[in-house]
């Protein structure tokens, strides 16, 4: 007879569509969680232990609830979770036997990582004591430092941030992590997978190292300057202190934060002007790709396919070198764009929605 799980969780994946590259220097982001999901079901068990079964890679897991405090933590984000929130006050109390599936492509540039991350966290404050009450600012918290924190990765807030507020999140990145939660009338969007495995922490790794020695000459020249309050009239002021190398990373700080801040005005008007946010994203991504040199040939042959079919905009998502493309388009050329993109070598496309947590994402 089939197992009753008796707790449901989702998370959803998230794109972002304004602020790549922006989180690990403190600056705004927006992203959107949209409805492609990580479930994990759970019943109790007798034993004392978390077991694990990821249907989708056929692997397993098991965690002692013994010994959280032994469990090493280095690169394995949900030991870090359990560590996490037992420094929160969290304790453990009953064994569980857990079932991960998802719709999520993996290593896809739409963080199914953090869905997992941000689901299982969920999972954990729910059914450990505790003596917090359980929001998803906290859920973000926890997810945040167990998957950037806890591994000293290169990463920054976005994902965590996105995957557990839901809808269209403008957060900054700073340490404040101050949410500002945007229009939920955002339709027409559509991804482009471009079947290309991106390179997270490598291509992180050297572009924030890259963008933070930039900003770093300049503030050790000029200590008055304050990347916060920056504009793009500063790199003018300011390109000749960096290196003929070092000026691309220092103008897209600038350029991207310009568009980000233009675009969260665009999307908290009554009324949406897609033409502005289709040109905003462009406008973003074409300093992705010649500046800070993300892209690869497939995505920029995807995101030029799903332009001459009408889309508004279109941009590269994630970290970069491979990965995948969002897109906004009317709904009377989603089928067309959709098409465009596969013809470009895409290995799939597909509209998706904004998922706002309203949508209930919890169930026991």
């Not at 089939?2 to 304004?18: D, H, N, V």
């Not at 990821?54 to 002692?64: C, G, L, R």
């Not at 690169?75 to 719709?103: C, D, E, I, M, W």
């Not at 992590?177 to 992180?204: F, N, R």
Request: aromatic letters at 8%; charged letters at 20%.
């Amino acid at each position: 007879m089939a197992q009753s799980y008796t707790i449901s969780i989702k998370a959803p994946a998230r794109i972002c569509l304004f602020g790549d590259h922006q989180d690990y220097l403190g600056l705004p982001i927006i992203a959107c969680a949209i409805d492609r999901f990580i479930e994990i079901q759970a019943h109790k068990i007798k034993t004392f232990e978390l077991q694990l079964n990821f249907i989708d890679i056929n692997e397993k897991s098991v965690f002692s609830l013994d010994s959280i405090a032994e469990l090493s933590v280095k690169g394995n984000f949900l030991a870090a979770v359990l560590k996490v929130a037992t420094n929160y006050g969290f304790t453990p109390t009953q064994g569980y036997q857990l079932r991960v599936s998802g719709n999520i492509p993996i290593n896809a540039g739409l963080s199914s990582s953090s869905a997992l991350v941000v689901a299982f966290t969920r999972f954990v404050l729910q059914t450990f004591e505790g003596n917090m009450e359980v929001t998803d600012t906290l859920v973000a918290q926890i997810a945040y430092q167990a998957e950037v924190v806890e591994q000293v990765g290169p990463g920054g807030k976005m994902d965590q941030y996105s995957c557990a507020l839901g809808g269209i999140i403008y957060l900054e990145t700073d340490e404040s992590s101050a949410v500002t939660h945007l229009t939920t009338d955002l339709t027409g969007l559509v991804v482009g997978e471009s079947g290309i495995p991106k390179d997270t922490v490598g291509l992180l790794g050297d572009l924030r190292g890259k963008a933070l020695r930039a900003v770093d000459k300049v503030l050790v020249a000029n200590t008055s300057f304050n990347l916060a309050s920056s504009s793009i009239k500063d790199y003018e002021k300011h390109k000749a202190l960096l290196s003929e190398a070092e000026q691309p990373y220092f103008y897209a700080a600038l350029e991207n934060y310009r568009i980000t801040k233009e675009a969260k005005l665009a999307l908290q008007k009554s009324s949406l002007d897609y033409d502005k946010i289709g040109q905003l994203m462009n406008a973003h991504h074409q300093v992705l790709r010649d500046q800070l040199k993300i892209t690869v040939p497939k995505i920029d042959q995807m995101i030029d396919a799903a332009l001459e079919a009408g889309a508004y905009g279109a941009k590269i998502v994630g970290s970069g070198g491979g990965g995948s493309i969002c897109v906004i388009c009317l709904p009377s050329t989603k089928d067309a764009v959709i098409q465009a993109i596969k013809s470009a070598g895409a290995k799939d496309a597909y509209s998706v929605q904004v998922f706002s947590n309203k949508q209930t994402e919890t169930s026991q």
